[in-house]
């Protein structure tokens, strides 16, 4: 299998901008979110609204260009859940299979179905992402399409209604396990209707994200931006339950590899000669790491949240692994914080990983980021390491920097692509590396502060602006291979 050099972006932060307003997703949950007056006010969100973005839906054969033009022979995007179907596919019943501990065993699926969803899917949206795709293939790319990159359709999930009242909300996304069934189908029409564009698919990107920010971490913008431990362990049990019906959905109408990308981080103790700082280090690995890489490829569930499996066969279903990789943690013991989840012995430390200041230097003397994050390249190594322990089809699928004045990007790129030559001579087949981002983009609760792109865009004309020493840095590595 050749080397895959690649760019990623998702839907919700690159799609929206175009001047007149004509190619807006209001139907998911984060437009609803980054511009509620509550988050806006308490400063959870920047006030940005993605409606000024990038407007990749109309200038994506201009990207796609760009991408070429570095020499990139593969391409990682999202489908958007909320544009194909922007209202609730409820009505479209399906068979349900569940196991012995009442999980969601099987979703039966049948043509019929596939009919009815082609009934209320968005044409227009179907018809955008088909020629988005032909594009990508007659610039003979080799194309990655994600299913889920953090956003979901409102009707599945109100985060505004949910942080108000979680039990009384109508719409409780990855909380209710109604979601696994939903996107279920969802994965199955977009796999009936694109799999002849489509080399390689992943069921999410960076599921625990969703978990660990959205219900344990209510003050960084995430939504529903709620402290929910019981609420955290659902979204973590049903992901990885969607994740496997997913799977079997895509392959109904697949037979392309199916997997899953992680933000695999490596954590290391404070002080390694401290027995209960180590503990924590493994717990975090634990907790944020192997849930996901255990189930998936193994088959074992931590139910339990406790560090203890048991054997669930019907969720290993996984083909590849995506390692999204930014930064490692820094961690410290602290006594269990929560009954649900006893695996949550840890906090980062200050100074390190994300917990760092924003262009300052950590305490190891690396430097750290506009975002504040740590630039610690040894820990895609490590991530990725462990990410081979579950598969031997393994990617970088995200690794950039934030850094607007593009001073630390150029040396960033070369030392993590050197991590990846030093995976492959160690016997560790690393397939692929995909930078973010091509473009700057909406980063999330941040919105355009916050700039990875090897090309600056400019606010209102939307023209592409090489940010020259990274994009012929990125075109030199690429050049040269990966051998």
Not at 36 to 48: C, F, R, T
Not at 297 to 319: A, F, S
Not at 352 to 377: H, K
Not at 413 to 436: A, M, Q, S, T
Request: glycine share 6%; charged share 30%.
């Amino acid at each position: 299998m050749e080397f895959y050099w690649g760019v990623v972006q998702s839907a919700f932060q690159f799609e929206m901008g175009d001047p007149y307003r004509r190619n807006l997703d209001t139907r998911s949950d984060w437009w609803h979110w980054v511009r509620d007056p509550y988050n806006i006010k308490n400063e959870l969100v920047s006030g940005d609204l993605p409606e000024e973005g990038i407007n990749n839906y109309e200038l994506y054969e201009i990207d796609h260009r760009l991408a070429k033009e570095l020499g990139l022979n593969a391409y990682q995007l999202t489908i958007e859940w909320s544009r194909i179907f922007p209202c609730p596919t409820y009505s479209v019943e399906v068979e349900v299979e569940r196991d012995g501990y009442g999980f969601i065993k099987s979703v039966k699926i049948r043509k019929e179905h596939l009919e009815k969803l082609d009934e209320l899917a968005n044409k227009r949206e179907v018809r955008h992402y088909e020629n988005v795709l032909k594009n990508l293939k007659k610039l003979n790319f080799t194309t990655f399409v994600t299913l889920n990159h953090q956003t979901n359709p409102i009707w599945l999930h109100d985060p505004i209604e949910v942080r108000v009242n979680i039990e009384k909300a109508r719409a409780r996304g990855w909380v209710d396990e109604r979601a696994i069934v939903e996107f279920s189908k969802f994965a199955a029409y977009v796999a009936w209707k694109f799999d002849k564009y489509v080399d390689f698919w992943a069921t999410f990107d960076e599921p625990m994200v969703t978990a660990e920010l959205g219900y344990l971490a209510p003050y960084v913008g995430w939504p529903p931006g709620i402290l929910n431990p019981k609420a955290a362990k659902s979204v973590i049990m049903h992901q990885i339950i969607a994740h496997a019906r997913a799977y079997d959905s895509i392959k109904k109408f697949s037979d392309k590899p199916v997997g899953v990308i992680l933000n695999i981080i490596p954590a290391y103790p404070l002080n390694p000669r401290d027995s209960k700082h180590v503990k924590a280090a493994e717990n975090y690995d634990l907790f944020h790491n192997r849930l996901f890489l255990e189930a998936v490829n193994k088959g074992k569930l931590d139910i339990d949240i406790n560090g203890e499996y048991v054997k669930v066969p019907h969720l290993k279903r996984n083909d590849w692994i995506g390692n999204n990789y930014y930064t490692r943690e820094v961690v410290k013991y602290v006594e269990p914080k929560y009954k649900e989840l006893p695996l949550v012995t840890f906090v980062g430390v200050e100074g390190y990983g994300y917990s760092a200041n924003p262009n300052s230097i950590s305490p190891d003397n690396n430097p750290t980021s506009d975002f504040g994050w740590e630039v610690y390249p040894k820990g895609l190594y490590d991530s990725t390491a462990e990410a081979y322990e579950y598969s031997e089809m393994v990617f970088i699928t995200e690794n950039g920097i934030a850094d607007s004045k593009d001073i630390l990007r150029p040396r960033y790129i070369v030392d993590h692509v050197k991590e990846v030559k030093r995976l492959r001579e160690n016997g560790i087949n690393v397939l692929g590396y995909f930078h973010w981002a091509l473009t700057d983009n909406y980063e999330w609760a941040m919105g355009f502060k916050i700039r990875f792109g090897l090309y600056e865009v400019d606010p209102i004309t939307k023209e592409r602006i090489p940010r020259r020493k990274s994009v012929e840095t990125y075109k030199k590595v690429v050049k040269e291979g990966i051998e």
